[in-house]
């Protein structure tokens, strides 16, 4: 069993940056396709982008393409979240996700009940 632990959230203005960390334990994160999903007060978790087991394959939300970029340290055992050109409708609680590659169809899913493990989540709060 993997556990996750976000970090890297907190306040910036219109048009920054925030690099977000998500650190495994328990099991080596290789053996995992990772995702980032966020959720806005009184909206559903929405998914943001999502990594291959080995980095080798990447896809984001339209929103975040451009401004976001997914990355990954298997030997750090870490995930990574660099958000650029931040604006306010990126406010949210910012989740790290995983799902078993060794029982994965696909890369990545866009909806959270395709993730077996979660972090517990860290706030990115982007004033205007």
């Known amino acids: 069993q993997v556990q996750l632990v976000e970090s890297g959230g907190g306040l910036v203005q219109a048009g920054g940056s925030l690099r977000l960390s998500c650190a495994a334990s328990?099991?080596?994160?290789?053996?995992?396709?990772m995702g980032w999903f966020r959720q806005a007060p009184g909206k559903e978790r929405e998914f943001v982008a999502a990594?291959?087991?080995?980095?080798?394959?990447?896809a984001y939300t339209d929103s975040v393409k451009g401004r976001f970029t997914i990355a990954r340290d298997n030997v750090k055992n870490t995930m990574y979240l660099e958000m650029n050109s931040l604006k306010p409708v990126d406010t949210a609680v910012y989740y790290c996700?995983?799902?078993?590659?060794?029982?994965?169809?696909?890369?990545?899913?866009?909806?959270?009940?395709?993730?077996?493990?979660w972090g517990q989540g860290t706030q990115v709060t982007v004033s205007s």
């Open positions: 996700a995983a799902k078993d590659r060794r029982f994965s169809g696909s890369f990545y899913d866009r909806y959270s009940a395709g993730y077996d493990h």
């Open positions: 328990g099991r080596t994160l290789g053996t995992y396709h």
């Open positions: 990594i291959s087991w080995n980095g080798g394959f990447t």
